[in-house]
């Protein structure tokens, strides 16, 4: 089968919104490549090793490339996603002077050629995200957090993923009630439960993000035991009106709340995170890139919030709150 390869080089603080956009035209995968130059550094505290080679993207650049399958006018997708992207500006995320370019492609150019780049990795003291088809000793210490993203997500080395779950492990002590909320592929959900976490509800709008959060739950033998997936927003759960009308695994108001989305959605819902969370309840805050820290932190202080940790890496950060007791 031939798929339509559109690559769009932009900046990094723009690849989710972008990627999004790609989803919504009917992308059936996409990839995102950002810069590593040997001018970025590469956090090998942990052990952590490098299989993919530097490349030559320029600092705080990246490639994006989506798929959508023959028969797909590829122009006329690229002319509706160029005004989105233009209108990123208006919400202060700097798209650059990016380019679009389509090329037709085989299957076996994409489909599974990323995967020799996903290895085992080490993203905390304790947690180490393992592919499924790749084999892997874990040291007794080790918690191990498998995962088949698929083309859809991604394998949770970007820096917010990684960054959410040092956080987690920071501030999990055992036996918490969750909601992550907007799971993805439900890595930071598993990665909570592997921690100590008692139960966690995953939240997503995106039917696809839901059933990939419910293979990776089941891949770590957690789905339904420990971790409940609904397609819904955290609005709707504390409407009552999550997907099916399924009883909810955990008793709200909870005591942690984790989203690992852009800054943007963030500032959206932060009374209903508030809401969420028991007195003294803890709210993660990630995928907030530098622009959005001064706004984001503002938002969580006016809603109540109190800071008290902001973790950083390369050029985002997470933000951890208390609600007051």
């Given amino acids: 089968m031939k798929w339509h390869e559109i690559t769009i080089e932009t900046m990094e603080e723009a690849t989710e919104m972008i990627s999004n956009f790609l989803h919504e035209m009917g992308a059936g995968g996409v990839s995102i490549e950002e810069s590593g130059t040997l001018n970025k550094p590469r956090d090998t505290s942990l052990g952590q090793w490098y299989d993919h080679p530097l490349n030559d993207i320029p600092e705080g650049h990246a490639i994006i490339k989506g798929y959508f399958a023959e028969g797909t006018d590829a122009k006329a997708v690229m002319d509706a996603i160029r005004p989105r992207i233009?209108?990123?500006?208006?919400?202060?995320?700097?798209?650059?002077?990016?380019?679009?370019?389509?090329?037709?492609?085989?299957?076996?150019?994409?489909?599974?050629?990323?995967?020799?780049?996903?290895?085992?990795?080490?993203v905390s003291e304790r947690l180490t995200i393992k592919p499924t088809w790749e084999d892997y000793t874990a040291s007794?210490?080790?918690?191990?957090?498998?995962?088949?993203?698929?083309?859809?997500?991604?394998?949770?080395?970007?820096?917010?993923?990684?960054l959410c779950?040092?956080?987690?492990?920071?501030?999990?002590?055992?036996?918490?009630?969750?909601?992550?909320?907007?799971?993805?592929?439900?890595?930071?959900?598993?990665?909570?439960?592997?921690?100590?976490?008692?139960?966690?509800?995953?939240?997503d709008l995106d039917p696809v993000a839901v059933s990939s959060a419910k293979e990776n739950?089941?891949?770590?033998?957690?789905?339904?035991?420990?971790?409940?997936?609904?397609?819904?927003?955290?609005?709707?759960?504390?409407?009552?009106?999550?997907?099916?009308?399924?009883?909810?695994?955990?008793?709200?108001?909870?005591?942690?709340?984790?989203?690992?989305?852009?800054?943007?959605?963030?500032?959206?819902?932060?009374?209903?995170?508030?809401?969420?969370?028991?007195?003294?309840?803890?709210?993660?805050a990630s995928g907030i890139y530098k622009n959005k820290e001064d706004d984001v932190k503002k938002g969580l202080t006016d809603a109540g919030f109190m800071i008290v940790d902001a973790q950083r890496d390369q050029d985002w950060i997470a933000f951890v709150a208390r609600k007051p007791e």
């Fill in 217 to 284: 739950a089941k891949l770590n033998g957690l789905l339904n035991e420990r971790i409940q997936v609904q397609l819904s927003d955290l609005l709707g759960v504390l409407q009552g009106h999550a997907s099916n009308n399924e009883p909810i695994n955990v008793s709200v108001p909870v005591d942690l709340v984790v989203a690992n989305i852009l800054a943007e959605i963030i500032l959206l819902f932060i009374d209903d995170v508030y809401a969420a969370l028991k007195p003294g309840g803890i709210y993660i």
């Fill in 86 to 122: 233009e209108e990123l500006r208006d919400y202060d995320i700097d798209p650059g002077d990016y380019t679009m370019a389509s090329i037709v492609v085989d299957d076996e150019d994409w489909a599974n050629a990323w995967k020799q780049y996903f290895k085992p990795i080490r």
């Fill in 140 to 162: 007794p210490e080790e918690r191990i957090i498998e995962l088949d993203p698929g083309m859809a997500f991604g394998t949770g080395t970007h820096p917010t993923t990684a």
């Fill in 165 to 203: 779950l040092r956080t987690l492990e920071s501030v999990i002590r055992g036996g918490e009630e969750v909601i992550d909320v907007g799971t993805g592929s439900g890595i930071l959900a598993i990665g909570a439960v592997k921690l100590g976490a008692e139960r966690v509800l995953a939240l």
